[in-house]
């Protein structure tokens, strides 16, 4: 690991949302430096590269610089639930932050770089930078609040909703970071949403490409973009007595 050159970093970092945790408004010199001295930059993670794995003890937070990780816990039979999704500008980590050991797996779902944040560090750091503590509890929120988000949405709305509803909350997202809101790249498998959202991997591809037949979204690869924006948050809205029985079977 290296310590990160704040100086060669500040522009980029003021374009998205990484500046939240790295450089809160109003720092001063004396407080970039402190937080220059303690900030590591991790190897670059490959795909299916893991970051951490759940049980290993907890040591740093890690804001994700590029690419995209996903969180997973394991049942007690060995089956994984995804827990979210992680984008550029986002904290990884929080997971261990309970009882000293990750309670989740993290996962590199494309080539992804990350600035590692030592716990015991950081701490410190955060009693002698106001601006900075205040930060890490606005992400602490942000985190609880979309584990609020997924689970209003796992209960109650039927698959096309859910759909609608986890490709508006990505759109949101990369609009916070400061890119386009109506055409991203889904890093995240078919399989990946279907896990997340408590769906089947077809029903996951019948409510896409119902959607492109619709007009409401467009798929080329791995890029989607959004032509109906106001449709899709209206079908979100939506009663769940309009889904299609086919999707409701396979969701079970």
Do not use: W
């Not at 990750?102 to 590199?108: K, R």
């Not at 992804?112 to 944040?117: M, V």
């Not at 990505?170 to 991203?184: A, D, N, P, T, V």
């Not at 924006?229 to 009663?239: K, P, Y």
Request: a positive charge; charged letters at 25%; aromatic letters at 6%.
């Amino acid at each position: 690991m290296q310590l990160i050159d704040f100086s060669k970093i500040k522009v980029s970092c003021e374009n998205c949302s990484l500046h939240e945790l790295c450089l809160p408004r109003g720092l001063t010199a004396e407080e970039l430096e402190k937080l220059d001295r303690v900030v590591k930059r991790t190897r670059p993670l490959q795909k299916g590269d893991m970051l951490f794995r759940s049980g290993e003890e907890f040591h740093s937070l890690y804001a994700v610089r590029s690419g995209c990780l996903k969180l997973y816990a394991t049942s007690d039979l060995g089956e994984e639930q995804i827990i979210g999704f992680y984008l550029p500008g986002e904290i990884v980590g929080l997971d261990g932050m309970d009882n000293g050991r990750h309670s989740c797996t993290a996962v590199a779902l494309e080539t992804s770089s990350l600035c590692a944040f030592p716990y015991t560090h950081l701490t410190d750091i955060c009693k002698r930078v106001p601006a900075l503590n205040e930060q890490m509890f606005r992400i602490m929120g942000r985190e609880l609040s979309q584990d609020n988000q997924l689970l209003l949405t796992i209960t109650k709305k039927n698959a096309d909703e859910r759909i609608a509803t986890f490709l508006l909350s990505l759109s949101m997202r990369f609009k916070r970071l400061g890119y386009s809101s109506s055409e991203y790249k889904l890093s995240m498998s078919r399989s990946d949403i279907g896990n997340y959202l408590g769906l089947t991997i077809e029903t996951v591809s019948r409510g896409m490409s119902r959607f492109q037949k619709q007009k409401l979204i467009a798929i080329e690869g791995k890029f989607i973009r959004i032509l109906d924006m106001g449709a899709l948050r209206e079908l979100c809205g939506a009663a769940a007595a309009g889904a299609k029985t086919e999707d409701n079977a396979a969701s079970r």
